[in-house]
Nanobody, 119 residues
Framework: QVQLQESGPGLVKPSQTLSLICTVSGASITTNYYCWHWIRQSPGKGPEWMGCICYTGDTYYSPSLKRRTAISRDTSKNHFTLQLSSVTPEDTAVYFC???????????WGQGTQVTVSS
């Protein structure tokens, strides 16, 4: 059974870098034709796609977040990470990781982790 679990600090101060890890079990993040995504949802707003890292190691980012976002992976630990720099209170959201077969739907999601940006 595939499971994704987000982890990281729940509180980040403005101007700092938000760092989250998505640990994957039941599947390898290097399996062909899968991409691994970060998506967030802020209060009162719809889901916002942030970016992804694919089985090739290639990364793709939302144009609106590209300058502040970095997604990487550790294949030995079978996890991938999100770093969002220069955060503001507007980055307060529930952050989700998800697994997608290229060209398909999101097959699995993590339960999400709340991140609050506040001094």
């Amino acid at each position: 059974q595939v499971q994704l679990q987000e982890s990281g600090p729940g509180l980040v101060k403005p101007s700092q870098t938000l760092s989250l890890i998505c640990t994957v079990s039941g599947a390898s993040i290097t399996t062909n034709y899968y991409c691994w995504h970060w998506i967030r949802q802020s209060p009162g707003k719809g889901p916002e796609w942030m970016g992804c890292i694919c089985y090739t190691g290639d990364t793709y980012y939302s144009p609106s977040l590209k300058r502040r976002t970095a997604i990487s992976r550790d294949t030995s630990k079978n996890h991938f990470t999100l770093q969002l720099s220069s955060v503001t209170p507007e980055d307060t959201a529930v952050y989700f990781c998800a697994k997608e077969k290229v060209g398909g739907l999101y097959e699995y999601w993590g339960q999400g982790t709340q991140v609050t940006v506040s001094s």
